[in-house]
Antibody, heavy 117, light 109 residues
């Protein structure tokens, strides 16, 4: 059974940094595309970025324009974990952040990030 | 960047049929956009109902089906139940970028 468990959310000041983690079980992260998706309070879903699987193409990362240059996705295959390093945080980054395996679409429960002074 | 458009809200009577649609400002939606449909209830994480146009997850009720219809992606609910009241989001893939629609609030009434 696929399970995704996010952690690392919390309250951070504008301009600060935070690192989110997503521990996967039931499959090997390196074989699948993994995405981060966020949802601001009372708003819709927004794609943040992707870490591609190792096949058929080599591993790469992709980002939404709103976070490119500030956020970095990485992976630790030995821990079967995905990470989202968030720097230069803005108040508009406040959201629940979900780790998602696409396809076929398995979601974690999310972790809340609040950027506020 | 492409914008994905959805009906903001729809209402369906219990037992009725409703079709939610998802369009793209770049033109006709195709299977190459790998359309997804997600259901989200208040306070819960989203759940995937349909992926790659018409493939269902193991938990997706048979009354939900995905398709391409008139240049859009469509999610049809046949025989609506009270538990289907939720927000529904679609998502498309555009050359390495994923874009969500704004969501449809479905009321069963």
């Amino acid at each position: 059974e696929v399970q995704l468990v996010e952690s690392g959310g919390g309250l951070v000041q504008p301009g600060g940094s935070l690192r989110l983690s997503c521990v996967a079980s039931g499959f090997s992260l390196s074989n699948y595309h993994m995405d981060w998706v966020r949802q601001a309070p009372g708003k819709g879903l927004e794609w943040v970025g992707r870490a591609t699987g190792d096949t058929p193409d080599r591993y790469t990362t992709l980002y939404a324009a709103s976070v490119r240059g500030r956020f970095t996705i990485s992976r630790d295959d030995s821990k079967n974990s995905l990470y989202l390093q968030m720097n230069s945080l803005k108040t508009e980054d406040t959201a629940v952040y979900y780790c998602v395996k696409l396809p076929p679409g398995d979601w974690g429960q999310g972790t809340l990030v609040t950027v506020s002074s | 960047q492409a914008v994905v458009t959805q009906e903001p809200s729809l209402t369906v009577p219990p037992g009725g049929t409703v079709t939610l649609t998802c369009g793209s400002t770049t033109g006709a939606v195709t299977s190459g956009h790998y359309p997804y449909w997600f259901q989200q209830k208040p306070g819960q994480a989203p759940k995937t109902l349909v992926y790659d146009t018409n493939n269902k997850q193991s938990w997706t009720p048979a009354r939900f089906s995905g398709s391409l219809l008139g240049g859009k992606a469509a999610l049809t609910l046949s025989g609506a139940q009270a538990e289907d009241e939720a927000d529904y989001y679609c998502m498309f893939y555009y050359n390495g970028v994923l874009v969500f629609g704004g969501g449809t609030k479905l009321t069963v009434l």
